[in-house]
């Protein structure tokens, strides 16, 4: 059975940095797209960064040049290093997987499997 597992998130102020994990089992990550979503409170759920088999990365236009996915493939491992950060990049983080073509990496729908979640809090 798939499982996804996410450590890292917590707080800092505007301008912090932050590295989640998300480490995958039951099945070799790189079959799968490897996508990060998102969720503030009373706002739909949505894609941050996502990475395909290839490594190949997509990100939301609003974390470019801030947010930077990558994966371990001999660790089975996702990574978000999250950086300049925002109060408005505050919410709950979560890991995906599933076989989403790149047209669509940002529909949480579309994926399988889910992480727990990590909270992300920026606040000065």
């Known amino acids: 059975q798939v499982q996804l597992v996410q450590s890292g998130g917590g707080s800092v102020q505007p301008g912090g940095s932050l590295r989640l994990s998300c480490a995958a089992s039951?099945?070799?990550?790189?079959?799968?797209?490897m996508t990060w979503f998102r969720q503030a409170p009373g706002k739909e759920r949505e894609g941050v960064a996502s990475i395909d088999t290839y490594g190949r990365t997509s990100y939301q236009g609003s974390v470019t040049g801030r947010f930077t996915t990558s994966q371990d493939n001999a660790k089975n491992t996702l990574y978000l290093q999250l950086n300049s950060l925002k109060t408005e990049d505050t919410g709950m983080y979560y890991c995906?997987?599933?076989?989403?073509?790149?047209?669509?990496?940002?529909?949480?729908?579309?994926?399988?499997?889910w992480g727990q979640g990590t909270q992300v809090t920026v606040s000065s």
């Open positions: 995906a997987a599933g076989g989403v073509p790149i047209s669509r990496w940002f529909s949480p729908d579309l994926y399988v499997y």
């Open positions: 039951g099945y070799t990550g790189s079959r799968y797209r």
